[in-house]
């Protein structure tokens, strides 16, 4: 148990009727991790999330939160905490109330961090202001508060930012980030492709319930390879030596002008710029190109079936590690 | 395991307490029997065709007594509604019941802790209904002896135990009716509907109770255990109508119970 991953998911599937909302999904979130779990709306996310904290049956498979079985008892979240969807509280009731409701619940000793944690999410002045006043930045705040009282060794949070202005993303960022600092494992939901490129170490893509992605960012970055973009006087005849140029492959117009390529090596490249230079269509720009995390993220979800082979290739890697 | 059932149980009651619908019905609880004593003073009338009716100027003793008879129609039974149909429906209302469910207490602890809270708040109503209902009859037809039903003539404080003993007698029907209110609050998911339900199920039962050809029926209706604490309105007292109505009770109550929890649960917090 000591050892056990914060989060160990095998096999999970929740079905239903003829519908798999979550489809054989694995996951790995190990100690330290700020993990994405990545999907476009109906992917599956929050189902998953969902069975990972015990508040719906999975139809097959396991979760295991630091080896136990959330299904089975709520000893299983010891440790851990976050909400699904936006965290929600008691309109009439203030939040300071709320939260010692949440503390009454979970044993009585989050009481003491009550004030401390309102601090942390900025809302100390508002506290004893019923909840019903409150916008839903700050009730996505008081939901963070409500997760810290539990000291949580592991953070679940979906979609934490939706909603937010663009000062609440940036503070709910940073919120998530210094937590991260101080050792807590996350959890992240989110269809936010910048979110997750700038907090996450790791993500999973999920896309119609199937993990099509499960790994570090760099590694899946390094699995889109570079593409080069290419500006030249002719492009017409730029095509021409490109295609007869070994190593150059998937040659394609760029907008608004230009040529995209990738090549199998460096080497490759710099052939093709003395070619050019030779042909008589010399280079007016020739830059490396890698794909965005939105790119990579929409050719997972949205192009082809999930490649069970990438995430096998990725899990291979970091076993590796 | 007991601490988490206490727990949940005192943080339902603190919820009760805030919201508006807790004071409704017991304001409700309080109000009607201060309107009926207003109406017999300034009316001078009184109800000839119900029991104790006739003895409402006489006695003090007798005012919560017609209330109970007159209350169990619809005025208790939505009463007991207003907050059983509520009190896990509000949870799907206000979406709380993912955060409540991820925290440290098991689900048959939230569902015992919301039980008991609903029981708490009917027996409060029952107890404010029959006290207000006793304070405002002696106040305005004194604390004098009681007729019995059947005709013998019990000591003031002699009656006013009866008084209490009948409230208890009359918490059955009541404990049976929130436990149906819970049921339809934790299947429907809905306040609404299942405090309309519960209403609708308790008035359907009365009008089973007045079709012909159906009197075979009315010992085991839920409505008639309303009535049951006239057994000890009479000398000597008259068990028979209590002993029936605690199984009785039971067997609409536990039911209903007992699929309130599973229901609880097995279910699914799947909606935001």
């Known amino acids: 148990m000591a050892d056990s991953p914060p989060i160990e998911v095998r096999g999970l599937v929740k079905r239903y009727g003829e519908i798999a909302a979550v489809d054989d999904v694995d996951l790995t979130v190990n100690p330290g991790d700020v993990f994405g779990y990545l999907g476009p709306n109906g992917a599956g996310k929050t189902t998953s999330l969902r069975m990972m904290l015990g508040l719906i049956r999975p139809t097959g498979g396991s979760v295991r939160l630091f080896g136990r079985d959330p299904q089975i008892s709520v000893a299983a979240l010891e440790g851990v905490a976050g909400f699904v969807e936006s965290p929600t509280f008691y309109p009439y009731l203030s939040g300071r109330a709320n939260l010692e409701l949440y503390a009454a619940l979970d044993g009585g000793e989050g009481r003491r961090r009550i004030e401390q944690v309102l601090e942390t999410v900025d809302l100390r002045d508002r506290a004893k202001d019923k909840v019903k006043g409150y916008s839903h930045g700050m009730r996505q705040r008081l939901g963070i508060a409500s997760a810290l009282l539990r000291s949580p060794r592991l953070l679940l949070l979906d979609e934490p930012t939706t909603g937010l202005d663009p000062a609440g993303m940036r503070d709910m960022r940073q919120l998530i980030r210094d937590l991260a600092d101080r050792g807590i494992t996350v959890l992240l939901s989110s269809h936010l492709m910048p979110e997750v490129e700038e907090l996450c170490n790791r993500v999973a893509i999920i896309r119609s319930g199937r993990v099509a992605y499960e790994g570090s960012l760099g590694e899946l970055r390094a699995r889109a390879g570079v593409s080069y973009r290419l500006r030249t006087t002719d492009d017409a005849l730029a095509r021409r030596v490109c295609e007869s140029q070994p190593g150059i492959e998937e040659i394609e117009e760029a907008r608004p002008d230009g040529l995209l390529f990738e090549a199998s090596n460096e080497s490759a490249v710099a052939g093709l710029s003395l070619a050019l230079a030779e042909s008589g269509a010399p280079v007016l720009e020739l830059t490396p190109r890698r794909a965005t995390l939105e790119e990579l993220f929409f050719q997972l979800t949205e192009g082809g079936a999930p490649s069970r082979e990438g995430v096998a290739a990725s899990r291979e890697i970091e076993a590796v590690a | ?272």
């Open chain 2, 1 to 272: 395991m007991r601490h988490g059932v206490l727990t949940v149980y005192r943080w339902e009651l603190r919820k009760l307490r805030a919201q508006k619908r807790t004071y409704l019905g017991l304001g409700a609880a309080a109000a009607v029997p201060i309107i009926f004593v207003i109406a017999l003073v300034t009316g001078g009338g009184q109800p000839n065709d119900v029991a104790f009716g006739r003895y409402v100027h006489e006695t003090g003793l007798a005012v919560p007594l017609v209330l109970l008879l007159f209350g169990s129609i619809w005025l208790f039974p939505l009463i007991t509604a207003l907050v059983a149909g509520d009190i896990v429906a509000c949870e799907d209302r206000n979406a709380t019941l993912k955060m409540l469910l991820t925290r440290s207490v098991e689900r048959h602890q939230v569902f015992a802790g919301k039980a008991l809270a609903t029981t708490t708040y009917a027996v409060l109503a029952i107890a404010i209904a029959g006290a207000v209902a006793t304070g405002a009859g002696i106040l305005a037809s004194g604390f004098n002896p009681v007729t019995t039903l059947s005709g013998t003539v019990v000591s003031a404080p002699r009656g006013l135990f009866l008084v209490g003993a009948s409230l208890l007698v009359y918490l059955l029907p009541i404990l049976a009716i929130a436990c149906i209110g819970l049921l339809l609050s934790t299947v429907f998911r809905n306040s609404g509907a299942a405090i309309v339900g519960t209403l609708m199920f308790s008035l359907l039962l009365q009008l089973v109770a007045i079709l012909p050809g159906l009197g075979g029926l009315h010992p085991y209706l839920l409505s008639t255990q309303f009535s049951a604490w006239q057994g000890l309105l009479r000398t000597p007292t008259d068990w028979d109508p209590i002993l029936r109505s605690i199984w009785v009770c039971a067997a609409y109550g536990i039911p209903a119970l007992t699929g309130a929890a599973l229901v609880f649960l097995r279910r699914d917090v799947a909606e935001s």
